[in-house]
């Protein structure tokens, strides 16, 4: 299973917003902070704010902030909705499958199978799971500081 670049931006944001649920931040500070681009930041944020995940506010003093709680966000349904789709193998793509032992083949309900296992997985956790352990979260701020002047 590979989350894709989208889903592992998409979960660094959600992070950083409830790391610091008093600060706006913007897109570009987030994206210095990772060190990643700010244009695919961009289309993130605009999937994670149709998904009601997170708020956008326009204007000079605007910014970024959890469109929920932290406790709300889940994890399987953040996934759910930033990646473009889980065909494990060709034949879950029943538009654009080739394969011609598909239809006597025993590995989809399998994968199948451990695909609904992965996401049961992330369904158990919130944002606010991910963020829970103090000594983590201290270890990620030094990651990812930048110099107060330096924010929105």
Do not use: W
């Amino acid at each position: 299973m590979h989350l894709t670049l989208h889903t592992d931006y998409a979960l660094r944001l959600l992070m950083l917003l409830a790391m610091e649920p008093d600060h706006l931040h913007t897109i570009e500070e987030v994206a210095q902070r990772y060190s990643i681009s700010r244009n695919h930041l961009m289309k993130v944020t605009q999937t994670l704010v149709q998904a009601g995940f997170v708020e956008s506010l326009r204007g000079r003093s605007g910014g970024l902030r959890l469109g929920r709680s932290a406790a709300a966000i889940n994890i399987g349904g953040v996934v759910r909705a930033t990646e473009d789709g889980f065909a494990l193998v060709e034949c879950f793509e029943k538009e654009r499958n080739t394969c011609v032992v598909a239809s006597a083949c025993g590995l989809r309900g399998p994968l199948a199978e451990a695909l609904s296992a992965f996401l049961a997985v992330l369904d158990r956790y919130s944002l606010a799971d991910l963020i829970r352990n103090p000594a983590s979260l201290r270890r990620i701020r030094r990651l990812i500081a930048i110099e107060e002047g330096m924010r929105a």
